[in-house]
């Protein structure tokens, strides 16, 4: 085993050193980038709700950058060890050696002969490695380090500050095409909402916002479910920071939601019932020409029953109105059973 001198040892140590140095250095810098870009997006969101298409790829692209992050480094390692000539400058600028003894020691080794390593030997002897190893450059980590305590720092202080911030913005970016209303200061949640009307009504919603956009009111949304046309109407305040609001004539599902202060409510299916409803019928009886009687018309409602005296050869028009478009009618005649009239 073959003992090194004292300027190899010492150049040794100076290498190993500068190169945990720069390693630290890039892992720091590499955690302050990847702290930075965890807490920028979801400022951003927090200030201009990001679209769904770019929640979508925030964290594959952090986990991308993560993982080319380190593999850089991995491929980098070699080059964070200075070849000896850097080194031997490195130590001999830290400690001051202007006579470049470290260099002259290391050159005297490589050369034969017993004067060569006599020389050699009496200059390691004035080599201070300690100190020389105290003054080499020192690591940018710590600068990093501060940047991501600051990132840390800046997390908690809004944490603190604003509780509901990361329960808010978080899950945008977890669960991205979830149903997670932009943050904002102010609150918009539902009161009233139907599950189901007829179709043709009208379904009300009521909601309520709170918080420093209170007074600006709230605005009624609805689309398709599967996306298509928006229509909006501005909502009626009916108490203080309560809204409601009216959709007519809905014949299809919608999925509706409130908006108002830089927010909006959970958006909430509203279906259609299809089943055709009666909303009156007109009838005309139309009696035969010998006998010489005036038509007679009735208009029934919903669950009314009409009892019509008709003679033999009269004709009977009947007429319905109903939510939806009909195909035909049930008709029971003197308590038989019913017959379909196509219309």
Do not use: C, K
């Amino acid at each position: 085993m073959t003992i090194p001198t004292p300027a190899q040892a010492l150049l040794a140590r100076t290498r190993s050193t500068i190169a945990r140095r720069r390693m630290a250095a890039a892992l720091a810098g590499l955690g302050f980038l990847l702290a930075l870009a965890a807490v920028l997006p979801l400022v951003t969101d927090a200030m201009t709700a990001l679209p769904e298409a770019v929640r979508r790829f925030a964290i594959p692209l952090w986990l991308l950058g993560t993982l080319l992050g380190l593999s850089a480094l991995i491929m980098m390692a070699r080059r964070w060890v200075p070849p000896a000539s850097e080194a031997a400058r490195l130590a001999e600028d830290a400690g001051e050696d202007h006579s470049r003894v470290l260099s002259t020691a290391l050159a005297l080794e490589a050369m034969p002969g017993v004067l060569a390593a006599a020389g050699a030997r009496r200059l390691g002897e004035r080599l201070e490695p300690e100190r020389v190893l105290r003054a080499l450059p020192r690591s940018r980590a710590g600068r990093w380090l501060g940047g991501v305590l600051a990132v840390a720092a800046f997390a908690g202080v809004l944490h603190l500050l604003i509780p509901s911030f990361f329960p808010i913005v978080v899950p945008r970016f977890t669960d991205p095409r979830g149903d997670h209303p932009p943050f904002s200061l102010s609150t918009v949640a539902w009161v009233q909402t139907p599950l189901r009307v007829r179709s043709g009504d009208a379904a009300r919603f009521e909601a309520t916002i709170a918080g420093p956009a209170a007074a600006q009111g709230l605005e009624l949304r609805a689309r398709p479910p599967g996306g298509g046309p928006e229509q909006a109407l501005t909502m009626f305040q009916i108490g203080p920071g309560h809204f409601a609001g009216e959709l007519a004539g809905v014949s299809t599902p919608l999925e509706v939601w409130a908006v108002g202060g830089g927010t909006r409510t959970r958006y909430h299916q509203l279906g259609v019932d299809l089943v055709p409803v009666l909303n009156r019928l007109d009838v005309a009886l139309h009696s035969p020409r010998y006998a010489r009687l005036d038509d007679e018309s009735r208009r029934l409602r919903a669950g009314e029953l009409a009892d019509l005296a008709a003679l033999p050869g009269s004709s009977l028009v009947l007429t319905p109105a109903a939510n939806r478009p009909l195909a035909a009618l049930l008709v029971a005649r003197d308590g038989g059973p019913a017959e379909r009239l196509p219309l």
